[in-house]
């Protein structure tokens, strides 16, 4: 079955720090891959997305290249900002209707 | 715009007590998506819907039932409520076209006594 793995967290940053947070994932066929967003207390919220092999997402600063020889789908910030602290999760679908599979979350903190 | 409603926002129970939650998707939306999230957990998938049928099924205990109404609106119905049933519920929908992105509520947060 579908599957995502994601590195193991907390992280902690020092403002305009670069990120990398890694993901890889397994499926069948070709899945869309997702970053989704929580900030404390909040909902999901989409941060970027990627439907095919090679496709760049971005949003915020933020963005994720959908790897398929590697099956990953790493995410990067050139500078955090405090206002990034969050849990942030990897997610992949797999066609029209299906479920969302999430990662288990990192949360990441940004110092000052 | 009009973004995906979840009702109510939070909610508190005794153990063995019943609990129905609501999620309005966005509208045009035809499926809808119910999630659990336990503290600090990865959000599980429980159920979903597509066009007023179950479509798929997770991690949704027996004592656990769901159901999409013509007017494209969910309920989740918990009965015989455990203190592990505490957890925020997310509600989440898809359009028919690009079907790929989920876009979720805000959640509900129960918490069971």
């Known amino acids: 079955g579908n599957s995502v793995t994601q590195m193991e967290g907390p992280v902690t940053l020092s403002e305009e720090a670069f990120l990398t947070i890694n993901c890889t994932y397994t499926a069948t066929g070709y899945p869309s891959l997702f970053w989704y967003v929580q900030y404390p207390g909040e909902g999901l919220q989409l941060l970027l997305k990627a439907t095919k092999a090679d496709d760049k997402g971005s949003n915020k600063g933020f963005e994720a290249t959908y790897r398929k020889e590697t099956t990953s789908f790493h995410l990067e910030k050139g500078s955090v900002q405090v206002s990034d602290s969050a849990v942030y999760f990897c997610a992949l679908k797999s066609g029209a209707n299906s479920k969302l599979t999430f990662g288990k979350g990192i949360t990441l903190s940004v110092r000052p | 715009a009009a973004g995906v409603i979840q009702s109510p926002r939070h909610l508190i129970k005794e153990k063995r007590e019943t609990a129905t939650l609501k999620c309005y998707p966005i509208?045009?939306?035809?499926?809808v998506y119910w999630y659990q999230q336990g503290p600090g957990q990865d959000p599980q998938f429980l159920i979903s819907f597509y066009e007023k049928m179950q479509s798929d099924k997770g991690s949704i205990p027996d004592r656990f039932s769901a159901q999409q109404f013509s007017d494209y609106h969910s309920e989740l119905n918990m009965s015989s409520l455990e203190l592990g049933d505490s957890a925020l519920y997310f509600c989440a929908s898809s359009a028919p076209a690009g079907a790929n992105v989920l876009t979720f509520g805000a959640g509900s947060r129960l918490t069971v006594l």
């Open positions: 509208p045009r939306h035809d499926t």
